[in-house]
C-alpha cells in the first residue's frame, strides 16, 4: 500500500518532556509538512521541507523541531518549550509543485497532562 | 495568520438539498484547492481550482473561483449524510512561500 503513516495514533506526555512524532510516506514525495490543528480551528503549518536535509519553519515553529535526513521520513519533536502543546498533529506529503494535491496522514493526538 | 476564511463556519442540512460553502482570502494566489476532513481523521484532497479557471466540476462537486473578489466556493450537490464532515479551503500564495494556508474550515452536517 502506498500512503503516509503517523504514529502513535494516541500519545500521552508529562509537562517538562519531549516527545518525537512519527511521520513516513512510501510515495516518492520530494515535500513534506506539519500542522498543527486545535479544536474546532483550521491547520497550522509548523514546518516543512522541501528536500532531503533542509526544512523551513511555518507560522508556528516555536518550540518544535524537526529533521529530515531521509525522503521517507519526516518526524516532529515537541520539545518542552512549547507552552501550549496539546493539539490534533497532521503530517502532509506533496509531489512536484504546489499546484498538486497534499496527501495527509491520519493524524496524532497529542496531550500533555 | 489565516489566509482563508470558510463561510459559514457551520452548516446543517437535510440529505438531498444542496450545501455551499464559501472561502475568502487576501493575496494573490497560484491556486486554491478545497479539501475534506472527518472527525479525527486526515484530509483528503477534493479539488483544485487555478487562477486563471473559473469554475471546475468534480462529481457533485462544484468549485467557483472569483480572483477579483478573491473568493472561491464550493458547492455539494444532492448531499447525502456521509457527505458530513469539516471541508477547507487552501492556498497557494505562489513564490516565496512553498506551503499552502489553510482556513478555519466550515462544518457541515447533513441529516439523513
Known amino acids: 500500500d502506498g500512503g503516509i503513516t503517523q504514529s502513535p495514533k494516541y500519545l500521552f506526555r508529562k509537562e517538562g518532556q519531549n516527545v518525537t512524532l512519527s511521520c513516513e510516506q512510501n510515495?516518492?514525495?520530494?515535500?513534506m509538512y506539519w500542522y498543527r490543528q486545535d479544536p474546532g480551528q483550521g491547520l497550522r503549518l509548523i514546518y516543512y521541507?522541501?528536500?532531503?536535509?533542509?526544512?523551513q519553519k511555518g507560522d508556528i515553529a516555536e518550540g518544535y523541531s524537526v529533521s529530515r535526513e531521509k525522503k521517507e521520513s519526516f518526524p516532529l519533536t515537541v520539545t518542552s518549550a512549547q507552552k501550549n502543546p496539546t493539539a490534533f498533529y497532521l503530517c502532509?506529503?506533496?509531489?512536484?509543485?504546489?499546484?498538486?494535491?497534499?496527501?495527509f496522514g491520519p493524524g496524532t493526538r497529542l496531550t500533555v497532562l | 495568520s489565516q489566509q482563508g476564511e470558510e463561510d459559514p463556519q457551520a452548516l446543517s442540512i437535510q440529505e438531498g438539498e444542496n450545501a455551499t460553502m464559501n472561502c475568502s482570502y487576501k493575496?494573490?494566489?497560484?491556486?486554491l484547492q478545497w479539501y475534506r476532513q472527518n472527525s479525527g481523521r486526515g484530509l483528503v484532497h477534493l479539488i483544485l481550482?487555478?487562477?486563471?479557471?473559473r469554475e471546475k466540476h468534480s462529481g457533485r462537486l462544484r468549485v467557483t473561483l472569483d480572483t477579483s473578489k478573491k473568493s472561491s466556493s464550493l458547492l455539494i450537490t444532492a448531499s447525502r449524510a456521509a457527505d458530513t464532515a469539516s471541508y477547507f479551503c487552501?492556498?497557494?500564495?505562489?513564490?516565496?512561500?512553498?506551503?499552502?494556508?489553510f482556513g478555519s474550515g466550515t462544518r457541515l452536517q447533513v441529516q439523513p
Open positions: 502532509a506529503s506533496q509531489t512536484g509543485p504546489l499546484n498538486n494535491e497534499q496527501f
Open positions: 521541507s522541501q528536500i532531503v536535509n533542509d526544512f
Open positions: 481550482i487555478r487562477s486563471n479557471e
Open positions: 510515495l516518492n514525495h520530494d515535500a
Open positions: 493575496t494573490s494566489i497560484n491556486n
Open positions: 487552501a492556498t497557494d500564495r505562489g513564490a516565496g512561500r512553498r506551503a499552502l494556508t
